[in-house]
């Protein structure tokens, strides 16, 4: 039997993002390096910035003809942005063997430094080169050079669109959020939470604790229905809620990833499909499921 | 496409910075036949010596014996300038943009002092390519000049950016006080390579005579070449950066300065 899909919508974000190229010896160093640079960046409220591995790469897609994977970025602002850069380029791409950093996004107009910065990390010894209008520093390291592009685009981007998958059991909604995060996986999107799901979706703030900046979304938590102070948001054969956040780089690849893990998350032992919303006053992108799915 | 034969070869240099598509291409026939060119110290007419035909357009081919014909492409931003032939001193010269063929051999100060565009000579070409005029603080600032044959003295003399190559051997002093930018030697280069450089990279796939002042630093593969190895792809230039087929002797240099160049030399696996 089909879900139902909610008449409702994802509520998403204004955010600016960055796109990471980075390219080692060989596919396996690469992922390493891009696997530790989206580490513990799963929500700009407690990670500052948001980030996951958009694709793979072969040698020809990469600046330096050698495999590589794609990381994409978002955060607040763009000057928030270029600090988690460099931060994260610093400790997690600097640091691992055979790779090397290049902007994703060289059309953006609005640019931050990050091999500019990185580059004092060679203490006067690092080198740069100058080739097709783009800066590149040579950073010596022990095992020989990190070479870094100077500056990194930052384009206008989304964040925040999601899915709530409302199931009968635990294993059933893991199975259906599996599915649709693998289907949500393209060119243009990432989803920042472990494995592209997460099980504590929140909401804005606390009900009892008023530093909270968000909190468990307690109307989707099954242990909680018929509490009398929770007004509960789940029909009474679902047992289990996981959500799929993604952030994209235009609305367009947002909705094509919806659209996917509607599709994919369509499955047995799934009551209903639903998106999280702030009743529209918080962000001003909307995506109606109803639309997504006719 | 506009083209101008030249007749005769002139028996004296003939300075003619006119021949350019900034200058040509917004012009009709007989206003580019009208365009002054100098003899010597004499000015004369573009028609005097070049018959001019074809439409206005970006495009200008030269045709004939230029060797005597001095500036062509002087300063050009865009467009293309063809050149079948031989070319004279200075050609390319200050020029920001655009391209450059030449089928022959180019003289001296071929791209001297250029800034962008891109020079390519199938034939040989004089000393101080990409170079500082004398008493200029800094030669060639951007751009690329790629020679399929030989080169003369002081090839990237203070360049500051950009990239050379050349297919054949280079003659002495290539690099000298060099500022940055890349010069390629395909072939190597006679003695002083690289002397008194400051900063920049010197790669030669071929041995070279390096002056004393130069240190051994390591054997490596750069991954800033394979940068440049894509990029010279597109004109047909192949320098090997893949580890499987050797690697590169970094000599750092020059000492005497002190600078903080580069020189490297390819070792082919053995």
Known sequence: ?294 | MITLTLGDAPAVPLEAEVLSPDTIAPLSLEEIRALPVFLGKRQRRVADFFAVDGESGDVVEVHGDLRRVKWIGRGMSRGVLRVRGDAGMHLGSAMTGGSIEVSGDAGDWLGAEMSGGMIRVRGSAGGQVGAAYRGALSGMKDGTIVIDGSAGLEVGMRMKRGTIVVGGPVRDFAGLQMKGGTIVLRSGAELRAGAWMNRGTIISLAPIPLLPTFSYAATYNPTFLRLYARRLATFGCAIPFDERDGAYRRYTGDAAVPGRGEILVWQPRS
């Open chain 1, 1 to 294: 039997m089909q879900p139902r899909i909610a008449d409702t919508f994802a509520e998403a974000f204004d955010m600016s993002a960055a796109r990471v190229v980075i390219t080692a010896q060989s596919p396996r160093w690469a992922r390493i390096a891009a696997e530790s640079m989206t580490g513990f960046a799963t929500s700009v409220i407690g990670c500052k910035v948001e980030a996951g591995i958009e694709v793979d790469l072969t040698p020809n897609e990469t600046p330096d003809g050698r495999p590589g994977v794609s990381v994409l970025l978002f955060a607040f602002d763009a000057g928030g942005l270029g600090q988690r850069l460099v931060d994260r380029v610093g400790q997690s791409v600097l640091t691992c063997p055979t790779t090397a950093c290049f902007d994703g996004l060289p059309e953006a107009h609005e640019r931050v430094a990050v091999g500019g910065l990185l580059r004092h990390f060679g203490d006067r010894y690092q080198s740069s080169k100058f080739l097709d209008g783009r800066r590149y520093w040579r950073i010596p390291v022990m095992e020989g050079e990190f070479l870094v592009q100077e500056s990194f685009g930052v384009q206008r981007a989304i964040g925040g669109g999601n899915l709530l998958i409302l199931a009968r059991d635990q294993a059933a909604a893991l199975s259906a959020a599996e599915a649709a995060s693998d289907a949500m996986r393209s060119v243009g999107v990432i989803l920042p939470f472990p494995g592209g799901i997460v099980r504590s979706g929140s909401k804005v703030g606390a009900r009892h604790y008023k530093k909270m900046v968000a909190s468990t979304n307690d109307a989707y938590c099954p242990t909680l229905r018929g509490r009398a102070d929770v007004t509960s948001a789940l029909p009474d054969e679902v047992n289990a809620v996981l959500e799929i956040v993604v952030d994209g780089l235009d609305r367009e690849a947002i909705e094509r990833a919806l659209r996917a893990g509607i599709g994919a998350a369509s499955r047995p032992g799934v009551v209903e499909i639903t998106a999280g919303n702030y009743g529209g006053k918080l962000g001003k992108h909307h995506f109606h499921l109803k639309d997504l799915t006719s």
